[in-house]
């Protein structure tokens, strides 16, 4: 685990487990398959996957919102809460809408979760402007849910979520509804948040790239089931999957031969390191990423094509090259190199670089 | 050129239609407040034909406010918790149940009343009070309180308030006093005065429920029209009208709001 920042005040909540959850709905719909899942106390464990995933409702199973299948099962610190409703489970929530009550100015929705802990009116203050600092609205305090921008309202969610102190912060899309440039700079945000809290926090999303950002591990759901848990970088390096290879990151899929200690593409082959058994011929299915390839001169260079399409994205450019594999690959070279459709280049890639993925594998 | 004379054929056809709605309205009250209507509005006006009125039947005005006051209240308790219930829930069940609440629109008030007779007519004493009327206008209508809420929960997204104050540790009934009820308050005011105005002006199957004892005062309307002089049976519209057209303007007003709570003065 990442170690954390020291100095938090509000505790570490708790460890979280789900145990053979699973969820099928009345209308029969399986949304979620048998699933187990443990986040342990403090982390910040981001759930990832395409919509439909069940990523979502593994989160509401957590939260207390949806009763698992039977035999599936919720801990809390060990403790089993599977039939505990949310509102004894002392979580803190952010919901996509945000749910903001429209009948309560700012200051009340932060202050709602501690009202009914029956906390005095003196000591709500105290905590209510603590948040406001913590989240930054300040002098928002006394304005209308329907007043605030789509920013402000992300942030009193966030901090009435966290008022209660709760032992742990469960987030569902939480910047989804906001636009890209808003998305990233309150990522940032959010991110110097959750470590700041030190919580517990399962988080919910559809976008890698928030995912990578604020998770301490990651898990990887599809069509209801885990496809993988790690790191960001297990995940972003060394995927088990075809799927999480191309959901998470650009990632190039190419067939290829194993034979005698290479990998061999039409365009060519690549020194493999410890891939497959090394007996006789194998087909395999490798990724790399684009930014691991190096253009270089095709004299002499172990994988030789043609650039076929060039993309200038700014920081870099996005080459298509065919005559490698049997598709195009995609190379990030720097945008300073000049290339054009039509030139020969060659490819120079670390073996380290070169990930072998299960070949039944989807 | 043209399209002024295009507006002003609309706006003296929008006139004529107006006043043909109206003229008979405004008749009707100003009979009320002439001596002798045949000799027309040059016998006089006068005040005591309203003063008649209530002498003789301000006990059905009261008794009126008392069961549109009480109609509205038993509409409250049971329409509220009844549209959070269907609306969270949305099995076959709750839609069933939705639809034998909304029947009582379809039925005539007669049958409903003669239905309400053949099974509660035999208890004698809650037959003759009130409170039997009471009974028939609650039923008749919770429709409205139901519908109208239940919409105004549809606008709000009142699962997700739900869930939202759940998750801040609000027990259920806070959570319907804290936050489902303040912000469904547009809808229940529009169901409310609904429920008030219907109730005053209801008299089909209050006709049927009534006693001697127990007249309300669209019952007490019929009667002056056909016992006593058109004076006094116009001043009694009269004094219908002027308690009935604030609530209408009430509706009205509110109704803009429905759907948008934000919206709402305040």
Same mark, same amino acid.
């Given at each position: 685990?990442?170690?954390?920042?020291?100095?938090?005040?509000?505790?570490?909540?708790?460890?979280?487990?789900?145990?053979?959850?699973?969820?099928?709905?009345?209308?029969?719909?399986?949304?979620?398959?048998?699933?187990?899942?443990?986040?342990?106390?403090?982390?910040?464990?981001?759930?990832?996957?395409?919509?439909?995933?069940?990523?979502?409702?593994?989160?509401?199973?957590?939260?207390?919102?949806?009763?698992?299948?039977?035999?599936?099962?919720?801990?809390?610190?060990?403790?089993?809460?599977?039939?505990?409703?949310?509102?004894?489970?002392?979580?803190?929530?952010?919901?996509?809408?945000?749910?903001?009550?429209?009948?309560?100015?700012?200051?009340?929705?932060?202050?709602?979760?501690?009202?009914?802990?029956?906390?005095?009116?003196?000591?709500?203050?105290?905590?209510?402007?603590?948040?406001?600092?913590?989240?930054?609205?300040?002098?928002?305090?006394?304005?209308?849910?329907?007043?605030?921008?789509?920013?402000?309202?992300?942030?009193?969610?966030?901090?009435?979520?966290?008022?209660?102190?709760?032992?742990?912060?469960?987030?569902?899309?939480?910047?989804?509804?906001?636009?890209?440039?808003?998305?990233?700079?309150?990522?940032?945000?959010?991110?110097?948040?959750?470590?700041?809290?030190?919580?517990?926090?399962?988080?919910?999303?559809?976008?890698?790239?928030?995912?990578?950002?604020?998770?301490?591990?990651?898990?990887?759901?599809?069509?209801?089931?885990?496809?993988?848990?790690?790191?960001?970088?297990?995940?972003?390096?060394?995927?088990?999957?075809?799927?999480?290879?191309?959901?998470?990151?650009?990632?190039?899929?190419?067939?290829?031969?194993?034979?005698?200690?290479?990998?061999?593409?039409?365009?060519?082959?690549?020194?493999?390191?410890?891939?497959?058994?090394?007996?006789?011929?194998?087909?395999?299915?490798?990724?790399?990423?684009?930014?691991?390839?190096?253009?270089?001169?095709?004299?002499?260079?172990?994988?030789?094509?043609?650039?076929?399409?060039?993309?200038?994205?700014?920081?870099?450019?996005?080459?298509?090259?065919?005559?490698?594999?049997?598709?195009?690959?995609?190379?990030?070279?720097?945008?300073?190199?000049?290339?054009?459709?039509?030139?020969?280049?060659?490819?120079?890639?670390?073996?380290?670089?070169?990930?072998?993925?299960?070949?039944?594998?989807? | 050129?043209? *399209? #002024? +004379?295009?507006? /002003?054929?609309?706006?003296?056809? $929008? &006139?004529?239609? %107006?006043?043909?709605?109206?003229?008979? @309205?405004?008749?009707?009250?100003?009979?009320?407040?002439?001596?002798?209507?045949?000799?027309?509005?040059?016998?006089?006006?006068?005040?005591?034909?309203?003063?008649?009125?209530?002498?003789?039947?301000?006990?059905?005005?009261?008794?009126?406010?008392?069961?549109?006051?009480?109609?509205?209240?038993?509409?409250?308790?049971?329409?509220?918790?009844?549209?959070?219930?269907?609306?969270?829930?949305? *099995? #076959? +069940?709750?839609? /069933?149940?939705?639809?034998?609440? $909304? &029947?009582?629109? %379809?039925?005539?008030?007669?049958?409903? @009343?003669?239905?309400?007779?053949?099974?509660?007519?035999?208890?004698?004493?809650?037959?003759?009070?009130?409170?039997?009327?009471?009974?028939?206008?609650?039923?008749?209508?919770?429709?409205?309180?139901?519908?109208?809420?239940?919409?105004?929960?549809?606008?709000?997204?009142?699962?997700?308030?739900?869930?939202?104050?759940?998750?801040?540790?609000?027990?259920?009934?806070?959570?319907?006093?804290?936050?489902?009820?303040?912000? /469904?308050?547009?809808?229940?005011?529009?169901?409310?005065?609904?429920?008030?105005?219907?109730?005053?002006?209801?008299?089909?199957?209050?006709?049927?429920?009534?006693?001697?004892?127990?007249?309300?005062?669209?019952?007490?309307?019929?009667?002056?029209?056909?016992?006593?002089?058109?004076?006094?049976?116009?001043?009694?519209?009269?004094?219908?009208?002027?308690?009935?057209?604030?609530?209408?303007?009430?509706?009205?007003?509110?109704?803009?709001?429905?759907?948008?709570?934000?919206?709402?003065?305040?």
């Amino acid at each position: 685990m990442i170690a954390r920042s020291s100095g938090n005040a509000d505790g570490h909540g708790v460890a979280v487990s789900a145990e053979n959850c699973a969820k099928t709905f009345a209308d029969g719909t399986q949304a979620l398959g048998s699933v187990t899942l443990d986040v342990e106390r403090g982390e910040t464990v981001v759930l990832l996957g395409p919509s439909g995933c069940g990523k979502t409702t593994l989160l509401r199973i957590i939260a207390g919102l949806e009763h698992p299948d039977a035999g599936g099962r919720v801990l809390f610190n060990k403790t089993d809460v599977t039939r505990v409703p949310i509102e004894r489970r002392n979580v803190g929530m952010v919901f996509q809408s945000y749910a903001l009550f429209p009948n309560m100015n700012v200051a009340e929705n932060i202050g709602y979760g501690l009202k009914i802990r029956g906390v005095n009116g003196a000591e709500r203050g105290a905590r209510v402007a603590e948040l406001v600092a913590l989240t930054g609205i300040e002098g928002l305090e006394h304005r209308r849910i329907d007043q605030l921008s789509g920013g402000q309202r992300q942030r009193v969610a966030l901090a009435r979520a966290v008022a209660v102190r709760p032992s742990v912060l469960l987030l569902d899309e939480p910047l989804t509804a906001l636009d890209a440039a808003l998305r990233e700079r309150l990522r940032g945000e959010l991110n110097r948040l959750l470590r700041t809290l030190g919580i517990t926090t399962i988080y919910v999303t559809h976008d890698q790239s928030e995912a990578m950002a604020l998770g301490d591990h990651i898990v990887v759901m599809r069509k209801g089931a885990i496809a993988q848990i790690g790191t960001p970088r297990d995940i972003y390096f060394a995927p088990a999957s075809r799927f999480v290879a191309e959901f998470v990151g650009a990632a190039n899929i190419v067939e290829a031969e194993y034979r005698d200690g290479s990998l061999v593409f039409p365009g060519g082959k690549l020194a493999a390191t410890a891939a497959g058994d090394g007996k006789g011929k194998e087909p395999v299915v490798v990724m790399i990423r684009p930014e691991s390839i190096k253009i270089v001169p095709a004299d002499g260079a172990a994988l030789c094509g043609q650039v076929e399409a060039v993309s200038f994205v700014g920081d870099r450019q996005r080459a298509a090259i065919g005559g490698v594999a049997a598709k195009a690959i995609m190379v990030d070279a720097p945008n300073s190199l000049p290339l054009k459709t039509g030139d020969r280049v060659g490819l120079a890639v670390d073996p380290g670089a070169v990930r072998l993925l299960p070949g039944d594998s989807q | 050129m043209r *399209d #002024r +004379l295009i507006f /002003a054929a609309q706006f003296a056809f $929008t &006139l004529l239609v %107006a006043a043909f709605l109206i003229v008979p @309205a405004v008749l009707s009250m100003l009979a009320g407040v002439t001596l002798n209507y045949f000799r027309g509005i040059q016998s006089g006006l006068t005040l005591q034909w309203v003063v008649q009125v209530w002498e003789l039947y301000s006990e059905t005005i009261f008794r009126s406010f008392l069961i549109a006051i009480t109609t509205l209240a038993v509409t409250l308790i049971v329409g509220i918790p009844a549209a959070y219930a269907l609306h969270l829930r949305s *099995d #076959r +069940l709750s839609r /069933a149940i939705e639809e034998v609440i $909304t &029947l009582p629109l %379809a039925i005539p008030g007669l049958a409903l @009343a003669l239905a309400l007779l053949l099974s509660y007519g035999g208890f004698s004493d809650f037959r003759r009070s009130w409170l039997f009327i009471l009974a028939g206008h609650s039923v008749f209508t919770l429709p409205f309180m139901v519908r109208s809420v239940m919409a105004m929960f549809g606008a709000i997204d009142v699962k997700t308030l739900d869930e939202g104050a759940a998750s801040l540790g609000a027990p259920p009934w806070r959570r319907f006093r804290d936050v489902i009820v303040p912000n /469904a308050a547009p809808g229940i005011l529009a169901g409310s005065l609904m429920v008030v105005t219907l109730s005053l002006g209801e008299f089909n199957l209050t006709w049927m429920l009534h006693t001697p004892l127990t007249k309300t005062l669209p019952v007490g309307l019929a009667d002056s029209y056909a016992s006593m002089r058109l004076e006094v049976a116009s001043a009694y519209t009269l004094v219908f009208f002027v308690m009935i057209i604030p609530l209408l303007v009430a509706m009205q007003t509110f109704a803009r709001y429905r759907g948008n709570p934000a919206a709402l003065p305040r």
